[in-house]
């Protein structure tokens, strides 16, 4: 018996090979896009922002100069795209987390390991250090980091700091007006571990934890394991 192949279903047979060839071509665009960021957070964290050269990020990412330009537009549209891509999840991680109602103290525990597993253990930090170190000179960097990361995480700790002063977990509203004061201790920690560590390790959940204990007041060492 003849098989007969009605317009509609030669067109839809016609369609799916095409859609596979495009999914291929958009997955293969995908790996070379995540190659060059990976490729440029080498090559920034070796030779800085502005010695970077787009020619050495290619060579690192294994691909033409000129594939950079298909998914780029400058060397500081790719350091503002690598701000967003590496930094992001884990602010939306933050937020959703100081969401939670849980008392304020062990909220803060949280947070300590939230950043050592996830900022001060990963390449992350390397993208903190290089805005620290070149955003004074390349201040449209310093602007995308402060939108996109500080901006959000500042608005979310007052949120949180907002609700531990109303429920008596916290003196006064210091750090709801300079939620800095709370986030000071991860940048000298990840300062000093590009620059003394080798001089004197630091134990970073032990540091970020004493700066709990000024805001927060101490806690038996022995309840924390320390």
Do not use: C
């Not at 030669?10 to 958009?26: D, E, F, I, T, V």
């Not at 665009?29 to 090559?43: G, V, W």
């Not at 950079?68 to 891509?85: G, M, T, V």
């Not at 949120?159 to 800095?180: L, T």
Request: glycine share 6%; charged share 25%.
């Amino acid at each position: 018996m003849t098989t007969v192949i009605r317009p509609q279903q030669s067109k839809a047979l016609q369609g799916k090979p095409h859609r596979n060839r495009n999914s291929a071509r958009a997955q293969r665009s995908a790996e070379r896009r995540e190659a060059i960021l990976a490729a440029a957070l080498d090559e920034f964290s070796a030779q800085g922002f502005s010695a970077a050269r787009l020619d050495d990020v290619a060579r690192r990412a294994g691909v033409a100069k000129g594939t950079i330009y298909l998914h780029f537009r400058d060397k500081e549209a790719l350091f503002q795209e690598l701000i967003r891509s590496v930094l992001s999840p884990f602010v939306g991680t933050l937020e959703a987390v100081l969401k939670a109602d849980v008392p304020a103290r062990a909220m803060a525990d949280q947070i300590v390991e939230l950043f050592v597993a996830e900022v001060y253990g990963t390449r992350r930090k390397d993208v903190i250090r290089l805005i620290v170190s070149e955003g004074p000179r390349f201040p449209n960097l310093a602007e995308v980091y402060y939108r996109e990361v500080l901006a959000r995480i500042m608005a979310a700790v007052r949120a949180w700091m907002r609700r531990a002063v109303e429920r008596g977990e916290v003196r006064g509203d210091a750090i709801v007006r300079f939620p800095q004061l709370l986030g000071a201790p991860a940048i000298v920690a990840i300062l000093w571990s590009g620059l003394f560590d080798r001089f004197e390790p630091l134990d970073v959940k032990a540091f970020m934890r004493a700066q709990l204990d000024l805001v927060f007041g101490e806690r038996a060492s022995a309840g924390r394991g320390l």
